[in-house]
Structure formats: structure tokens, C-alpha cells
């Protein structure tokens, strides 16, 4: 059908000149004929004319009267602008900055003008190209051409920029009244402003590439006026700025946009199209808006909660590489919030998330691990990172590598060698003061030596690290390493306690029941000793039961006695089966020597 139209306009017109013919074809595209255009323009750039070459290769661009092809499209463009037409120098420029296949330019031909792009290996782009096609339009004062030139000096590799030719391209562009050149003089003053009058300067610029409706620049604008940075602060102007952008397709904008609306800020609250437009953000490849809709279901705002979407919404982010989209969803396989637990799904999606930077999920990763609840190839995987990393001078990993040494993670162990990791990151890491006190009590890698290590974990003690507070209040109540000082020691089980560490619970009972150097008060004993009973702590159950059953520190009560020694029982303690059997019989269950 194409080519009867080409054969029937070029025997009516080839007698015509060539001005006529392109002025017919012109008006032909105008009236909205654009497939008797493209027949027209197709007859005149074979015979060389650059304007017909341009609007040939505008043809297969935009699918306007021509199937879509990008390498015809391309090479027609190319012949234009070899020509020197501005205009099509430009849109080559533009597509070389997007990446254009190889066939452009080598004379290759596609099996078929239908062939999925998407299928071969993706272009990347050409600087060097964009910057000579650039040029060339700019120079012959193609306004668009010029703030993008300006932009490939800006942006481009290191041997291309040059901040100061950029900016006049910018000016040059921004005087002839382009969009694209305020918005490129507006993001230089950004990138070099320090105080506020500068970010000021910047936002005059970019006000003028908002004023036309440039989609960036709005989104900017929302920015600045939301931070009230250069400009004052308003949350409501900076709302409307950013659905503005949003309405431009500007997938950040759409995603503030989405937050305002769901939020009320700055506009009235509206849950369903905040949900709207944080879908199209994220479906646009926005990762923290996919993060937020992660975060909106799981949490259950407004409605329940819908694990399976947060979960379905998490894992996009993930893809997009939103590391803390994969440690959640790592935490969520690990506790079994509405999928089944998982631990090694779990370790999966730590691995991915340390992978993507996240050292929360290096460490969670670590931990599962040293529990053999992760594959043992994490494990050498997990040691390689951490020795890499540490070689480079990071005290976190360090102080990982130094553990996984110690328990053979990954690698052999070697706790001499742990023992100088653990050392080196002692300096910053509160936990690997800790082990490395451990480990010099202990005598694991070195002579045993109970000073230095007691004085270590005094300090990751005095750091507020609970485990550690209880460690050195158990060598305070032994006297290892040190003297003894029982009141400091129930100082710090009463701190530990309060944050929740259950042995230290039972220890502050123990103290107050007798037998150390503090006054004695059963009382406070008992309410301690169940506080750790109830948190499932076995010696503290035998113990609440013995009160119980002797009245310590309160009433007797063999009733909830024997609910206490039965689950003592449970924890395979044969004593709290003696003594339940005790009771009833006449007789009192017994109490330990120092009780």
C-alpha cells in the first residue's frame, strides 16, 4: 500500500519543483495525512534534500505515517544532519545520549522493522557522539541544542566537562528563551551553593523553567519550597508544585505528591489517590515509593494490615535495589509475619540486602549464620565480605570478622588471630569490646588474663551494652579480675533488667535474697524473681515456687506454688520435681543454703 502511494504522488509530482513538492508534502502532514506526507518526504530525501531526510526520519521516530523504526529513523536523521540541518543534528544527539544500536551507522539491516529492541543487547550511550551532533546544532543557534550541549559538558564523562563553556551554553539557551537552559543554570547553581542567598539565585532560575511547565524543574521547586530552602517554607505551595510534576510524569513527583495526599500535607487528605499516584510512582521504577506501599500495607494504616501486598510491594523495591526493602523482607521470613518462618528465605534476603549496602543485614545475616540457621556458603561468603571490608578499614566488619574467626563461620578458626581483629575494632565497637574482654578472661587466643578482660567489658558496660552490664556485674559479685562490689553490681542488673535482659532479673532477686552485701529484703526478691519467671527464665521459676510454697517475702500460696514448679518441671529441672512432690504431704518444700 506504501508504495503504490509513493509511486502515485511521484508520478503526479516529479515534474514539479521541489519547492512545490515539499510545500504539497508539508500541508499534507499539517492536515493530519501523514502517510501521503510520508510519501512525499520519502521521494524528496532520495533525492537529497535534508529538510524531506528530517521529516523521513521524524516519520519512523514518531510512527507518523511510517511503521516505527529506530535505525531507519536514525540513519535518516544522521543524512540530515551530515547536511547541516540543525534541527536533526539535535534529535541525534538526543539519541545518542539515549544509546543507539550499532546498525545506525555500519549499514546493517533489521530482519524486520517490528524486531523487539528490547530482545538485543541494550546501547548505552555515546557522549562523544551527543557532544559532536550537539555542537554542531548549537552552533547554528538551535536553542534546545544548546542547553543540551550545555548539559553533556556538565554531566558527560571527566575529558568532556566543562563547567564554565557549560554555563555559557546554558545563558545562551536561557536568553533565547529555553526552558531547558534555566533549568541547566538553575541546577548548576544548586550543585555550587552554599549559602542561602545562592540557593536563592538557583531558585529564580529554576522558577522560570517551572513557570513554562518543565516537569524537573516544578519537582525542584517542590523540593526547595517544602525545605524552604531559597525560598521560604510552604508545604502547601510546595504540594502543588510537586502534582504539577507529578502531572508531567516526573516519577518523583508523583511519589511526593502520593506521600502529601496520603498524609495531608499541605493539601487535604485523600488515602486513595495518594495510593494512586505512589503506584504510578512506583510502577514507574521509583523504589522508595514501591518501599512506602511496602511499609502503608504492612503497617496497617487506615485498614489492616495486608502482608501479602507489603510483601508483594517490598520485593518490587527490592528489584529496583532498595536495600532496606530486602533486610525487611529478611525480617519478616525470619519472624514469620504472614509467610511461614523461614530462616533461610531469610538469610536470602539478608544476603541481598548486605550485597546492596545495608550493614543492618550484614549483621542480621551474621547472626543467623553463627545460630546454623543459614547455608554454610553464606557463611564463607559472609567472611569474605567481612575481610575485605575490614582490610579496608571498616571497625563494624572488623569486629564481624573477628567472631566469625572465633567460631570457625566461613574459615577455620583461629582465635589468635580473631583475638587481633576484635582488638583493632575494640577502638570503636562497643560489642567487640565486650568479646575481646570475653576472650581475655576466658584465655581463648592468649593467656588467660581476667584483669585486662574484666576491664574491657567495664567498659562496653559503661557504654550501656546490657549484655555487657551483666557480665561485669557478675565479675563485681565474684570478684574476678577485680575486687568485689555488690551494690555497683545491682546497680547494673537493675539497669540490664529495665532494658529487658531476664537474667539480669533473676540475678537482682538473688541479690536481694541474702547472702551478699546488700541488705537483704525478700520482698523485693519475690516481685523480681517472678518478673523473670514470667519471662520464662527457669531457675527464676523454682525460685518464685519456693517462695511460694515457704511464704517469702509475702503470703504462702501452694496453689501457685505448684503452677510454678510444674513449670520448672517442664524445663527438665528434677529439683522443682522433688519439691512439687513435696507439697501436699505435710511437709514445706526446701530452700537452697543461700536463700
Request: proline residues 4%; charged residues 25%; negative net charge.
Amino acid at each position: 500500500m506504501l508504495q503504490k502511494l509513493i509511486g502515485r504522488f511521484f508520478k503526479r509530482s516529479a515534474n514539479a519543483p521541489v519547492d512545490v513538492r515539499l510545500t504539497e508534502a508539508k500541508d499534507w502532514l499539517a492536515k493530519g495525512e501523514a502517510a501521503k506526507a510520508f510519501a512525499l518526504f520519502t521521494v524528496l530525501a532520495r533525492e537529497g534534500m535534508p529538510e524531506a531526510q528530517y521529516q523521513v526520519g521524524q516519520a519512523y521516530l514518531n510512527a507518523e505515517g511510517a511503521p516505527p523504526n529506530l535505525i531507519e529513523g536514525a540513519r535518516w536523521t544522521r543524512r540530515a544532519a551530515l547536511k547541516g540541518w540543525s534541527r536533526a543534528a539535535f534529535i541525534l544527539a538526543t539519541l545518542y545520549l539515549h544509546g543507539l544500536p550499532k546498525e545506525v551507522e555500519e549499514g546493517e539491516s533489521l530482519s524486520s522493522v517490528f524486531e523487539d529492541y528490547k530482545k538485543r543487547e541494550k546501547p548505552q550511550p555515546d557522549y562523544y557522539k551527543a557532544a559532536r551532533w550537539a555542537k554542531q546544532a548549537a552552533d547554528a543557534g538551535d536553542m534546545d541544542a544548546q542547553a543540551l550541549y550545555g548539559y553533556i559538558l556538565s554531566a558527560g564523562p571527566d575529558d568532556l566537562r566543562n563547567q564554565a563553556q557549560a554555563l555559557q551554553w546554558y545563558q545562551k539557551a536561557a536568553d533565547a528563551g529555553c526552558l531547558q537552559g534555566y533549568l541547566g543554570l538553575g541546577l548548576a547553581g544548586l550543585k555550587d551553593a552554599q549559602t542561602y542567598e545562592d540557593y536563592a539565585q538557583a531558585a529564580l532560575k529554576l522558577q522560570k523553567a517551572a513557570s513554562g511547565g518543565l516537569g524537573t524543574a516544578l519537582y525542584l521547586m517542590g523540593v526547595m519550597t517544602e525545605r524552604g530552602t531559597g525560598v521560604p517554607q510552604d508545604y502547601g505551595l510546595a504540594t502543588a508544585y510537586f502534582g504539577r510534576a507529578a502531572e508531567k510524569n516526573v516519577r518523583g513527583g508523583q511519589a511526593k505528591y502520593g506521600i502529601a495526599l496520603m498524609a495531608g500535607k499541605g493539601i487535604e487528605r485523600n488515602r486513595d489517590r495518594g495510593e494512586s499516584w505512589l503506584r504510578k510512582a512506583a510502577l514507574a521504577g521509583d523504589a522508595e515509593a514501591a518501599a512506602i506501599l511496602g511499609d502503608w500495607y504492612g503497617r496497617g494504616i487506615d485498614l489492616p494490615p495486608n502482608y501479602a501486598e507489603a510483601i508483594s510491594w517490598y520485593r518490587f523495591a527490592s528489584e529496583l535495589g532498595h536495600a532496606a526493602s530486602s533486610h525487611t523482607l529478611g525480617a519478616i521470613y525470619m519472624a514469620g509475619v504472614g509467610v511461614p518462618k523461614d530462616p533461610e528465605a531469610a538469610a536470602s534476603w539478608f544476603k541481598l540486602a548486605a550485597e546492596q549496602g545495608n550493614k543492618h543485614a550484614t549483621a542480621d545475616l551474621a547472626n543467623l549464620v553463627l545460630e546454623g540457621e543459614a547455608p554454610k556458603e553464606d557463611g564463607r561468603a559472609l567472611m569474605e565480605f567481612y575481610k575485605h571490608a575490614a582490610e579496608e578499614g571498616d571497625m563494624l566488619a572488623a569486629f564481624n570478622f573477628g567472631v566469625c574467626l572465633a567460631q570457625g563461620v566461613g574459615v577455620e578458626r583461629d582465635e589468635e588471630e580473631a583475638l587481633q581483629w576484635l582488638h583493632k575494632a575494640a577502638e570503636k565497637v562497643v560489642n567487640a569490646q565486650y568479646w575481646y574482654g570475653k576472650m581475655l578472661l576466658e584465655g581463648r587466643g592468649v593467656t588467660r588474663n581476667p584483669v585486662e578482660g574484666r576491664a574491657w567489658i567495664q567498659k562496653a558496660a559503661e557504654a550501656g551494652m546490657a549484655e555487657a552490664e551483666t557480665t561485669y556485674a557478675d565479675l563485681l559479685v565474684t570478684g574476678v579480675g577485680g575486687p568485689k562490689d555488690h551494690p555497683e553490681a545491682l546497680r547494673l542488673y537493675k539497669q540490664a533488667a529495665e532494658n529487658g535482659t531476664v537474667s539480669a532479673m533473676f540475678s537482682v532477686a538473688a541479690l536481694y535474697g541474702g547472702g551478699h552485701d546488700v541488705p537483704e529484703d525478700r520482698a523485693l526478691a519475690r516481685e523480681w524473681f517472678l518478673k523473670a519467671a514470667e519471662q520464662d527464665h527457669p531457675a527464676a521459676q523454682l525460685m518464685i515456687a519456693r517462695y511460694y510454697a515457704n511464704g517469702l517475702g509475702g503470703e504462702k500460696d501452694l496453689e501457685q506454688a505448684r503452677v510454678w514448679y510444674r513449670k520448672a518441671e517442664a524445663k527438665n529441672l528434677a529439683q522443682a520435681s522433688a519439691e512439687l512432690a513435696g507439697i501436699g504431704t505435710g511437709g514445706t518444700a526446701p530452700l537452697p543454703a543461700d536463700s
